[in-house]
């Protein structure tokens, strides 16, 4: 199989990575990939955005299969725009089409999908300018710390949890002004749900599904899970308070419903789900859908799937889904991203990374890293995933920490608590 992989950050090496092992594999490509996916395929120069010009190399490298990693290409419709094509739409695009890519690409779509289906989540309210009396009232009315959501897509930033009704009131009001752009023309005001969050991902064909390894994430910049949010400082595969009963609960509560609602309201739905959830005193609540996989979380979860994941994905194109059986690798996983310095706020690019030779027993994810000759620089606020395998997250955690302090470039940070909660 001729395979293209949308994207260029963590989660996309991660999955060149995978899919390069498979037998099934005969050529891989990546657009735009970065100075890592270059050693399991060919990168290419194309935005993850320009479907025309995807639609012209896939047509032209007669690519049998497409894997799109990021959000923004789901949300913006490139599953429509090779459906509506007859010279494209024998292609299999892996995502969802727009409408259903809705469950990520706008909070408020998500919460009133929930609420219709019955699936557990937090109390809300949807606001814009038009509503700022009314969502300055909805804010007096909730018991901080008290959670705003921008409605459109952030980058993995548009969440605030604001500890009194006053600086919630001040956030709110600058969201509405465009503190994140469009994404914030309107907000989600959530009650702030107390416990331990972690990641369910899934594989689906819109009736039938495919559990891939649980995973948690940590998103605070700082030690202890302080300070701004991030796209994703590190993750562990599986999590330890995640026991059969609880993911019995998730099934029966959360994904079977996500798939009879996205079956009931008639959504093109071909790819993964993932499941942003919080365990409150033993049971299951979505905080959020994403219509991809996560990143940093891929990184740990693609190590541990033992089966070919080329196979599910070829499976998932011809409507056989299932047919192969999914096999975990027992041993824990712990991703360390290694970030610029002043992430996630204001940070430099352009910046030489060295001694990636000199890592062992982790497997590099390049997150936002490109060539210049024969250097590899910095080009972006995640640089460089650290994988490691172990007996448990903690004994895999001393890898990764280990080789995060041999990985050099000027401003690295990282943090050295991945785990800490479990």
């Not at 909730?142 to 952030?154: E, M, N, S, Y």
């Not at 204001?346 to 590099?364: F, H, M, Q, R, T």
Request: hydrophobic share 40%; charged share 25%; net charge negative.
């Amino acid at each position: 199989m001729r395979i293209l992989i949308i994207g260029s950050g963590g989660r996309e090496h991660a999955f060149a990575w995978k899919i390069s092992q498979s037998p099934l594999c005969e050529k891989l490509f990546i657009a735009p990939g970065n100075a890592g996916t270059r050693q399991h395929g060919t990168n290419v120069d194309i935005s993850p955005t320009d479907f025309e010009k995807i639609a012209s190399f896939s047509l032209e490298k007669n690519i049998d299969l497409i894997v799109v990693g990021p959000e923004a290409p789901l949300v913006d419709g490139i599953v429509d725009y090779f459906l509506q094509r007859a010279d494209i739409k024998h292609i299999p695009v892996i995502g969802p089409a727009a409408d259903a890519a809705q469950l990520e690409g706008s909070k408020g779509f998500a919460k009133a999908f929930m609420e219709e289906f019955d699936i557990p989540t937090a109390a809300y309210g949807e606001f814009s300018v038009d509503s700022l009396t009314e969502g300055l009232d909805y804010i007096d009315s909730q018991t901080p710390p008290i959670v705003l959501k921008a409605d459109g897509l952030a980058a993995g930033k548009g969440v605030l949890i604001c500890p009194t009704h006053e600086e919630a009131k001040l956030e709110f009001q600058e969201m509405l002004k465009g503190k994140f752009g469009e994404a914030s023309s309107r907000i989600v005001i959530e009650e702030f749900l107390s416990g331990l969050e972690f990641s369910v991902f899934v594989l689906t064909d819109g009736k039938n599904y495919i559990t891939l390894p649980i995973a948690k994430d940590y998103k605070r910049i700082g030690e202890g899970d302080t300070g701004l949010n991030t796209g994703g400082m590190g993750a562990v595969s599986p999590v330890p308070f995640v026991d059969k009963e609880l993911m019995e609960k998730v099934e029966d509560r959360i994904v079977k419903p996500t798939i009879e609602g996205i079956q009931a309201r008639e959504l093109n739905y071909k790819g993964f789900i993932f499941f942003g959830l919080i365990n409150v005193e033993g049971d299951p609540f979505v905080i959020e859908y994403n219509c991809r996989m996560g990143d940093p979380e891929t990184e740990a979860v693609l190590p541990r799937l033992k089966s070919d994941l080329l196979q599910h994905l070829k499976e998932l194109a011809d409507e056989q889904l299932g047919t192969t059986p999914v096999e975990f690798d027992d041993r824990a996983a712990t991703t360390i991203m290694l970030v610029s310095g002043g992430y996630p706020e204001a940070y430099e690019k352009g910046k030489a990374i060295s001694n990636l030779e000199n890592i062992s027993d982790s497997i590099v994810f390049h997150a936002g890293t490109k060539n210049k000759e024969e250097e590899v620089l910095t080009n972006g606020g995640r640089v460089i995933a650290l994988t490691s395998y172990g007996s448990n997250f903690k004994e895999a955690l001393k890898t990764s920490l280990k080789n995060a302090e041999v990985v050099q470039f000027e401003g690295k940070y990282f943090r050295k608590d991945i785990g800490f909660d479990l």
